[in-house]
Nanobody
Framework: QVQLVESGGGLVQPGGSLRLSCAAS????????MGWYRQAPGKERELVAT???????NYADSVKGRFTISRDSAKKKVYLQMNSLKPEDTAVYYC???????????????WGQGTLVTVSS
């Protein structure tokens, strides 16, 4: 079983900061891409940021310059540092990991349970 455990969500005022963490565990041979997605009420889930095994990053235009994604490959963890938060950042944030396991070719993916981030004054 492969599992992702997220933490760090909560209530923060506009302009504030928050750091999300995600830890992967289980039968993981290697990890390709780790990322964060979010889903606001009444909206579709959207990509926030991703980071590859080579530390190449990609950000949604809406968070570029404010959010920073990073990973600790040895610990199988990914983080999302969120600064200058805006009310429109309010959403449930989901961690996603693309990985390989023994006995199967190609990549599999797993999602975290989601952590709620609320930006409000």
């Amino acid at each position: 079983q492969v599992q992702l455990v997220e933490s760090g969500g909560g209530l923060v005022q506009p302009g504030g900061s928050l750091r999300l963490s995600c830890a992967a565990s289980g039968s993981i041979f290697s990890i390709n891409t780790m990322g964060w997605y979010r889903q606001a009420p009444g909206k579709e889930r959207e990509l926030v940021a991703t980071v590859t095994s080579g530390d190449s990053t990609n950000y949604a235009d809406s968070v570029k310059g404010r959010f920073t994604i990073s990973r600790d490959s040895a610990k199988k963890k990914v983080y999302l540092q969120m600064n200058s938060l805006k009310p429109e950042d309010t959403a449930v944030y989901y961690c996603n990991v693309e990985y390989r396991t023994w006995g199967r070719s190609g990549y599999l993916e797993v999602w975290g349970q989601g952590t709620l981030v609320t930006v409000s004054s």
